[in-house]
């Protein structure tokens, strides 16, 4: 498709968005088993030793900025994208630049914000801290579609108002995986 006909398709409706997000998740678990649980077992079998609290989160909030921006510059679609039928495309509908997908993955990660918040307000328990982050980015977050006064066709998220990219919902004949 050319970059005009992208841009010309239909925003993802929210429960394709939250089915999208939730695969996503699954997706996920994944890649951190792969890149931070295996290199960390080994880290505490071998010498009996693990990262601080602040560190194991920059490692996975890169590992997961680096998956996010590699498939956003690369086809615009990571595997749960794929699977949903659901492409990211900047405004002018082509690929993303590196700097697009990057502030793109910056905005998209601003929920965490709310959720430490609300754990440092309410002293939640490491279940609960694991159910709200679940809630919040599969639910809360998507509902930002809601505050686009657009049609409902050109609606986007927070996210994607804020980097100047748009999330759209490709016809079922364009399904492409790479």
Known sequence: MTPAELAALPSPKFWRRVSCGLYEQLVLLGVIAFTFLLPNLALGILFGASLPSWLT????YTVLGIYF???WTKSGQTLAMQTWRVRMIGINGFNLTRRQALW???FGSLWLV????LQWLFHLEKWQIIEMLFSVALFIWPLSTFFDRRPVTE???LPDRMAGTRLVELPKH???LS
């Open 57 to 60: 989160f920059l490692y996975l």
């Open 69 to 71: 921006v590699w498939y």
């Open 104 to 106: 793109r993955y910056i």
């Open 114 to 117: 709310p959720c430490v918040i």
């Open 155 to 157: 609606r986007q998220g």
């Open 174 to 176: 364009l399904v492409k």
